[in-house]
Every structure is written in structure tokens, then in C-alpha cells.
């Protein structure tokens, strides 16, 4: 072989190693290496969270109140803004968004939640409704970097939690005012009663189940749409909760989000027997789990860097208590857990991003797992702690209560295994 022959082929080895050259179309290549924008965020949501949020986060805990001044300043450089939700969802890779929650919620998860708690009700305009109406409605979820607002999301009801086809309030249209009335009583809202935009789940023909549901905006200051009783919580307690009543509720036929006419499709459809489009909805949420395993994995690291520092420091028996593999062992397997968790939500948001279908259910699996991994390192870190852990001194104890939501909200635990184990076998298993 000639030495330029040598040459040749060893540029070609090195083209095909990096993927140099590769024909286009193939999508972004995989690698777990972030790149420099993702890094930039991730300093600058980190900074934020270790300046702001940590120092507040104790305080708001205590206050059960939402933490206005921070949203504030959240606003003010930008984090809390339709911008910012853009920029993120910009990211081809998928993987911005989970870090920048990951990192948010190491500062504090009841603050992140405050923040967060507005992208619910984004997500479902996004995902839900016209050009035009996301264009009006998205940027009144935030109001503006001088005056922040929030939005809330309205689905659950008191008997309506993991069973979302039982929802009982109702939205009859009104033909002669081209209005929507609805009325029923929502539960469990994050931001509820204090949002300027509520979006409701509503039932336009209960006969029909989840496939006779829609989705409205409630515009500001809407007569008939009321806060009930606020929640008094176990964790997350910066974010507020709250019923919300709906009663002879009338808003504008525009209000209705995807527009009359596609609704009327789509009901003319499910009542002729064809199928409906819950394989899309299906999808859709699976691409939104894993930003929510990203918040229960930002608490489960912040309960382990603690518990580490603390595990170095703290002597007993004359030597500090990591030098016992106990207590060593115990942190070995959360961070082992942890970066298990961070490898199925970026997995699975990699795969929303880049409209990969979810096969075996990866949305539910990433958070499923990070949920679980966030209430057992939380634990483990008291234990570390010992007494201290126990105490409302010590951060563990409130990150322990604020992790414990990671495996009821979003779908429980055991819905996410329901979903994970249906689409393995293919079977409807109960
Ligand atoms: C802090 C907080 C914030 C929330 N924010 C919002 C919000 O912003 N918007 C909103 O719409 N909702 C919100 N929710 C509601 C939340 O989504 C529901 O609590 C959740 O869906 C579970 O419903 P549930 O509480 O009625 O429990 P249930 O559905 O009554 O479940 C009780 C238990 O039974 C199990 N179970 C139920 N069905 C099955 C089954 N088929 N197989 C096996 N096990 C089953 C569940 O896993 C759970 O362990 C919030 C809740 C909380 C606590």
C-alpha cells in the first residue's frame, strides 16, 4: 500500500469514527457531551438556584405561600418568560429542557415548582391550540418581566384524579352568544385561583368519555371561575394548590382550544366508531415526562451533594463517618441511582425531541424511575444525617417531603407502570 493509500484510508476511518461526512437527514448524533449553549444554560439556571432560590427556599417552605419576589427576579434576567420556555424547547437535542428543571429544582424544588407551575398550562396551549391562539395566550401566561403572572392547569377533580375519563365538569356551548358556560369543580391545582390563565379540561359530551373532552382558556378576571380551598400541603409548599370553581363560567367561543370546527370533527368521528386520536395524546405526554423526572432528579442530587458534604465532616468514633463503608456505600448507590435516572430523562427527552416513537413507554419509564430514586435518596439522606436529617435545620427533611409528589403527580407511580407494562406485552393489562 502506497503511503498516500495509508493516508486516505485512515482519513476515511477517522470520518467514519466522527460521523464526518455522513449524508444528511440523519438527524442529530448522539453524544453526552454537552454542547457549549447547554452548558451556558446550565451555569447560568445553576447560578440562579444556588443565589436566589436556595437562600429563599427555607423561608417560603415556612410561609406556604408562593414566592412572589423570586419569580420576580426570575423574571427580571429572563429565566421566567415564553422567551426563556423557547429557548430551552429550542434545543434539537431535547436535552435543555431537563437540565434546566434539573437545575432549578436543586435549588429548590417548591420554588422551581412556582416557576415551573405556569409551563402546564403552556404546554397544553402549545400542544392544544391554533397559531393565534398561542400567539395571544402563551405570552399572558407569564405577563411581562416587570409584572409576572402565572397559569394554571386545570384537569383533575375530586373524583377525577388518576381516572382523567371521569371528569364531571361540563361545557355546553351556547349558540345565540357564541359562548362556552362551564361548570364543575377542579382539584389539585397548581396555581389555581391565583393564575391569570386557567386552562380547563372540560366534558362537551360525557357519553363519550376521554374522547368527548376539551380544552378552554379561561381568560383574566372571567366571572363564575373561582379559588376553593387552598391545599395545605406535605411538600412543595412554595407552589400553590387549589380547588377551583367553576360555575355558570362564559367565556368567548375562541376560548375553545383547536377552534369549534376541529372539534366537531373529531366528536362526528368518535361517534361514527373510528378511532381516536389518544395514540397522539399518548405521545404527548410521554414527551413531556421526562422534564418532569429532571425536577425529582434536581432534588434527589441536591440530597446527595449535601449528605455527602455532610458525611465528610461529621466525626464519630474519632473518624468521619464516610470512612465507614456503611454510610460510603449508601452514597456510592445514589449517585449510581442518580445518573441512572439522568441517562432515562435525557434518553426520553432526546426521543420526544426528535419525534422518536415511544416503543416500551421511555417517557413513563424516565419518570417513573427518577420520581422513585428522588423519595429513596432523599431518605437515604437523612439517614445520613441522623437527627439532623430529621430536622427542619437541615435542608434533607424538607427535600425528602418536596421529592414525595414525584410519584403521584404526572400519573402515579403505578399508572406509570401500567403504561410502561401495556406497551411491552401489548397487552391491556388492568
Ligand atoms: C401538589 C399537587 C399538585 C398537583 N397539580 C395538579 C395540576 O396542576 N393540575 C391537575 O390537573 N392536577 C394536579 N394534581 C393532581 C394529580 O395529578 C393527582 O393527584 C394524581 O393524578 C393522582 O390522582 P388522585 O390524587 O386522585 O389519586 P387516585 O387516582 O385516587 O389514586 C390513589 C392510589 O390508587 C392508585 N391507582 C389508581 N388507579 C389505579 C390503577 N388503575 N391501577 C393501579 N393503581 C391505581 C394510584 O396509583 C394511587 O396510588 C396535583 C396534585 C398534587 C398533590
Known amino acids: 500500500m502506497s503511503d498516500t493509500a495509508g493516508v486516505a484510508e485512515a482519513e476515511q476511518l477517522v470520518a467514519e469514527a466522527t460521523g464526518e461526512g455522513a449524508e444528511s437527514g440523519d438527524g442529530p448524533r448522539f453524544t453526552l457531551e454537552l454542547n457549549q449553549d447547554q452548558k451556558d444554560i446550565r451555569e447560568w439556571v445553576h447560578g440562579f438556584a444556588e443565589g436566589v432560590v436556595r437562600p429563599a427556599a427555607e423561608e417560603w417552605d415556612e410561609r406556604e405561600e408562593t414566592p412572589w419576589p423570586v419569580i420576580q427576579e426570575a423574571a427580571k434576567i429572563g429565566l421566567y418568560g415564553f422567551e426563556a420556555l423557547g429557548q430551552f424547547w429550542a434545543d434539537e437535542t431535547g436535552l435543555t429542557l431537563p437540565i434546566a428543571n434539573e437545575e432549578l429544582f436543586w435549588g429548590d424544588a417548591g420554588i422551581g415548582m412556582a416557576i415551573m407551575g405556569t409551563s402546564l398550562a403552556v404546554a397544553a396551549i402549545f400542544g392544544q391550540g391554533t397559531p393565534e391562539q398561542m400567539a395571544e395566550w402563551i405570552p399572558q401566561c407569564f405577563g411581562t418581566a416587570d409584572d409576572p403572572k402565572v397559569a394554571s392547569f386545570c384537569s383533575s377533580e375530586p373524583d377525577a384524579g388518576s381516572d382523567v375519563s371521569a371528569i364531571r365538569t361540563t361545557a355546553k356551548y351556547d349558540e345565540a352568544t357564541d359562548e362556552w358556560i362551564l361548570n364543575g369543580q377542579k382539584a389539585w391545582a397548581t396555581n389555581g385561583g391565583i393564575a391569570d390563565i386557567h386552562v380547563v379540561i372540560a366534558s362537551v359530551d360525557r357519553e363519550l368519555r376521554s374522547r368527548g373532552h376539551a380544552a378552554?382558556?379561561?381568560?383574566?378576571?372571567?366571572?363564575?371561575?373561582?379559588?376553593?380551598?387552598?391545599?395545605?400541603?406535605?411538600?412543595?409548599?412554595?407552589?400553590?394548590?387549589?380547588?377551583?370553581?367553576?360555575?355558570?363560567?362564559?367565556?368567548?367561543?375562541?376560548?375553545?382550544l383547536g377552534g369549534k370546527e376541529k372539534l366537531d370533527e373529531r366528536l362526528a368521528r368518535v361517534r361514527e366508531g373510528k378511532r381516536s386520536k389518544s395514540q397522539a395524546a399518548m405521545q404527548t405526554f410521554e414527551a413531556s415526562r421526562p422534564t418532569v423526572g429532571a425536577q425529582a432528579l434536581g432534588i434527589a442530587r441536591a440530597a446527595y451533594e449535601y449528605s455527602l458534604g455532610y458525611a465528610k465532616e461529621r466525626q464519630q468514633f474519632g473518624r468521619a463517618i464516610i470512612e465507614n463503608q456503611a454510610i460510603a456505600f449508601a452514597l456510592a448507590d445514589m449517585?449510581?441511582?442518580?445518573?441512572?435516572?439522568?441517562?432515562?430523562?435525557?434518553?426520553?427527552?432526546?426521543?420526544?425531541?426528535?419525534?422518536?416513537?415511544?416503543?416500551?413507554?421511555?417517557?413513563?419509564?424516565?419518570?417513573?424511575?427518577?420520581?422513585?430514586?428522588?423519595?429513596?435518596?432523599?431518605?437515604?439522606?437523612?439517614?445520613?444525617?441522623?437527627?439532623?436529617?430529621?430536622?427542619?435545620?437541615?435542608?434533607?427533611?424538607?427535600?425528602?417531603?418536596?421529592?414525595?409528589?414525584?410519584?403521584?403527580?404526572?400519573?402515579?407511580?403505578?399508572?406509570?407502570?401500567?403504561?410502561?407494562?401495556?406497551?411491552?406485552?401489548?397487552?391491556?393489562?388492568?
Not at 381568560?219 to 406535605?234: D, F, I
Not at 416513537?357 to 421511555?362: I, S
Not at 437541615?394 to 410519584?407: A, N, Q, W
Open 335 to 430: 449517585k449510581l441511582e442518580i445518573d441512572a435516572a439522568r441517562l432515562l430523562v435525557w434518553r426520553a427527552a432526546w426521543m420526544g425531541r426528535s419525534g422518536q416513537k415511544f416503543e416500551n413507554a421511555e417517557g413513563s419509564m424516565s419518570k417513573l424511575k427518577a420520581g422513585e430514586v428522588a423519595v429513596w435518596a432523599t431518605e437515604r439522606a437523612i439517614q445520613i444525617l441522623g437527627g439532623n436529617g430529621y430536622t427542619r435545620e437541615f435542608p434533607v427533611e424538607r427535600m425528602h417531603r418536596d421529592s414525595k409528589i414525584y410519584t403521584i403527580f404526572e400519573g402515579t407511580s403505578e399508572i406509570q407502570r401500567l403504561v410502561i407494562s401495556r406497551a411491552i406485552s401489548g397487552v391491556h393489562i388492568q
Open 216 to 256: 378552554f382558556v379561561i381568560p383574566p378576571g372571567t366571572k363564575g371561575c373561582e379559588q376553593g380551598a387552598k391545599v395545605k400541603k406535605h411538600g412543595l409548599r412554595a407552589s400553590h394548590t387549589a380547588d377551583v370553581h367553576l360555575d355558570d363560567c362564559r367565556i368567548p367561543g375562541a376560548c375553545l
